[in-house]
């Protein structure tokens, strides 16, 4: 495995890749505000492939040193990532806020998408951004009860104080939403604690409130993408109806309900989930 920096404007963003030759495919990972978590669970059901993965703007080993976190600084990035690594076109791999970016990045440079894949993508920018957390909380909370619901706002009420404490806040935060991802929260793996030392809750909030501001025509040119795309959501996710608006979005796409999963199909259905990616992949590379 290679692990180097790549400069973008405004930021130093930490790379890794398994291989050096291979046809490559990029992991736009979750969030905002947390880092990489795709990388190690793909590489393995997809040896065939150069997976590149790396840690968003402001979040793990990346550096954001322009304090944007809008839309355009993110896809920036990713070019960043593509030039200076000599890549023309790659397949594009983005899970939930990850696959907001994907989509995004698939309207801007849609030349550059040989595949798209979209696991539990979050719905959209502006007010379909809006309606992804709308949904997800309301999932999220009822799952965790009144009691941790409580817990929640508890913890969430403190990211907004400087220093140690928010940064003390951010981490609890994401240990109760990745808990609740869970059908039962009580019986969901702790999130790794290196994982959670790398959140930012500056990221996130900043970005959150950046892709609320967002207009809809920045992925206008999604849906007209004609390469291969899946498009796979868990059987309890964490989305109610609204999944269907990037369904909609991509009406050629495979379409899979994935059983047995909710949000983090590795975790909660390893086996089907890579049955359904190999089994993309394989068809994508028959195509070509």
């Not at 999944?243 to 050629?252: D, M, N, S, Y």
């Not at 992949?281 to 195509?287: A, C, K, P, Q, T």
């Amino acid at each position: 495995m290679d692990h180097f920096n790549v400069d973008s404007p405004g930021a130093v963003i930490s790379v890794r890749q398994s291989i050096d030759s291979g046809e490559p495919l990029l992991l736009l990972h979750g969030g905002p505000g947390v880092p990489d978590y795709m990388y190690d669970s793909t590489v393995p059901m997809l040896p065939q492939f150069r997976v590149i993965g790396f840690d968003q703007r402001g979040v793990g080993g990346s550096k954001c040193l322009d304090e944007r976190f809008d839309l355009a600084a993110y896809l920036e990035d990713i070019e960043s990532i593509r030039t200076s690594m000599g890549i023309d076109s790659w397949h594009v791999f983005g899970h939930s806020w990850g696959g907001l970016l994907a989509q995004a990045y698939t309207s801007a440079h849609v030349g550059r998408v040989r595949s798209l894949v979209l696991s539990s993508s979050s719905l959209g920018v502006g007010d379909d951004w809006k309606r992804t957390k709308r949904e997800s909380f309301h999932i999220e909370h009822a799952r965790a009860g009144l009691t941790g619901t409580i817990r929640f706002y508890a913890f969430g009420s403190s990211l907004i104080i400087p220093g140690t404490i928010g940064t003390w806040a951010m981490r609890h935060v994401m240990t109760e939403t990745w808990h609740n991802y869970f059908l039962v929260p009580r019986s969901a793996p702790d999130p790794d604690p290196q994982w959670l030392a790398g959140c930012s809750r500056v990221a996130m909030i900043k970005t959150d409130r950046a892709i609320s501001k967002e207009h809809s025509a920045v992925l206008q040119g999604a849906g007209s993408f004609r390469g291969p795309v899946l498009v796979v959501y868990g059987a309890f996710d964490i989305f109610e109806d609204g999944a269907g608006i990037v369904r909609r979005r991509f009406p050629h796409a495979t379409q899979v309900t994935l059983e047995n999963s909710g949000h983090v199909h590795w975790l909660q259905n390893p086996s089907g989930y890579a049955t359904v990616l190999r089994e993309f992949y394989d068809e994508v590379s028959g195509r070509e």
